[in-house]
């Protein structure tokens, strides 16, 4: 990827909320070096007077993701060298007329005076996007100056999918853990003990795109990743073996979910 940037702010009180406060989307000013880049992308040249830029939290790995799926930093990592050129839709409706906007650059953003309970280092994927300017869209370029339109989404596919309380990695197996419940613990120190489950997005094999949405799953970045579970049909699924063919059920919904680019809790 050209120019591979790691941007690292090892001052907190030089840029305030840089990582917890940043603003989902704000406009830029555009630059012969966003040019070069935008071109890439473009058929014909496009000049400044074109092109409507600006800038997207899109990611990161704290560990409070609202659908209890949060992104490790390899996940991270790959997401950065994957999502330049990617399109960006509204309400993740894959529709040729919803296409809005262009990823054309990506960084990503440490914080180096804070760490995650995975003992890495604060890290975000900040997106550079661009969209042409037309009479359609003058509206949408408004909300997004005015703060109205920052909610982003990522659609993705990881490359691991790893259970918090097990271990299993239920993009290659099955367990019968959920996001969002609390499980008892029957081993180790903390034996009999109750714990959250999380599904670890571990490292990312793909990206479709991102979108403008009105609900955010990371507080920050506002991303509302399109990766999730629906709850079991019945409780007794977690409970006892209710045979093969439930549990093939189970297994089919929770890959089926996975790769999803649909939201999966709307």
């Known amino acids: 990827m050209e120019n591979e940037k790691l941007v690292t702010y090892n001052d907190p009180d030089a840029l305030p909320g840089v990582i917890q406060k940043l603003a989902n989307v704000s406009p830029l000013e555009v630059t012969d070096a966003d040019l070069k880049k935008i071109n890439k992308y473009t058929l014909s040249p496009v000049t400044s007077e074109d092109v409507f830029i600006f800038k997207a939290s899109i990611a990161d790995n704290e560990q409070d993701d609202r659908n209890f799926m949060p992104f490790n930093l390899k996940a991270l990592q790959d997401l950065k060298k994957i999502y330049p050129g990617k399109t960006m839709l509204k309400d993740h409706n894959r529709k040729a007329d919803n296409q809005i906007a262009r990823i054309y650059d990506t960084e990503l953003v440490q914080d180096a005076n804070k760490m995650t309970e ?149």
């Open 118 to 266: 995975l003992n890495e280092l604060h890290t975000e994927v900040s997106a550079k996007i661009y969209m042409i300017k037309t009479e359609s869209n003058k509206d949408l370029i408004a909300e997004i100056k005015g703060g109205i339109k920052k909610e982003v989404s990522t659609s993705t596919v990881p490359e691991k999918m790893i259970c918090s309380i097990c271990g299993t990695d239920n993009m290659k197996d099955y367990c019968r853990h959920w996001p969002g419940r609390e499980y008892t613990v029957e081993d180790g120190s903390a034996k009999g003990t109750k714990r959250r489950c999380k599904m670890l997005l571990h490292g990312a094999k793909e990206a479709y795109e991102l979108s403008f949405v009105a609900v955010p799953a990371q507080p920050r970045a506002g991303t509302h990743k399109s990766i999730g579970f629906t709850k079991p049909v019945e409780e007794k699924t977690e409970q006892n073996n209710q045979g093969t063919e439930m549990d093939q059920r189970i297994v089919s919904a929770r890959i089926k979910n996975a790769e999803s680019f649909f939201h999966a809790n709307k």
